[in-house]
């Protein structure tokens, strides 16, 4: 198993900055792909950005420009720094690793989340 904690949300006024982390801690072996998601009410789950092992990035169009993930390999560590926050990017926003864990049996491959933390943006 792997367990996803996240920190650093909170309420922001519009054209503020947040910066969020994510610590993935287990029996991991490797994690591929780590991201962030979020949830707004009433709406679908929805990618925000990703990252692979070897540093590849993909941003929503909605916050391209203004979000940056970066990646510690090292520490399992994922971030998203976020500017020019706008009340539209008010929601949930959970971490995601796609990881391998090291198991009795073999090596697993899997899905993870985090439990989310808040984000709200006010106008």
């Known amino acids: 198993q792997v367990q996803l904690v996240e920190s650093g949300g909170g309420l922001v006024q519009a054209g503020g900055s947040l910066r969020l982390s994510c610590a993935a801690s287990g029996r991991i072996f490797s994690i591929n792909t780590m991201g962030w998601f979020r949830q707004a009410p009433g709406k679908q789950r929805e990618l925000v950005a990703t990252t692979t092992s070897d540093g590849n990035t993909n941003y929503a169009d909605t916050v391209r420009g203004r979000f940056t993930i970066s990646r510690y390999n090292a520490r399992n560590t994922v971030y998203l720094q976020m500017n020019s926050l706008k009340p539209e990017d008010t929601a949930v926003y959970y971490c995601?690793?796609?990881?391998?864990?090291?198991?009795?049996?073999?090596?697993?491959?899997?899905?993870?989340w985090g439990q989310g933390t808040q984000v709200t943006v006010s106008s």
């Open positions: 995601y690793a796609d990881a391998t864990t090291a198991q009795a049996m073999g090596p697993i491959r899997g899905n993870y």
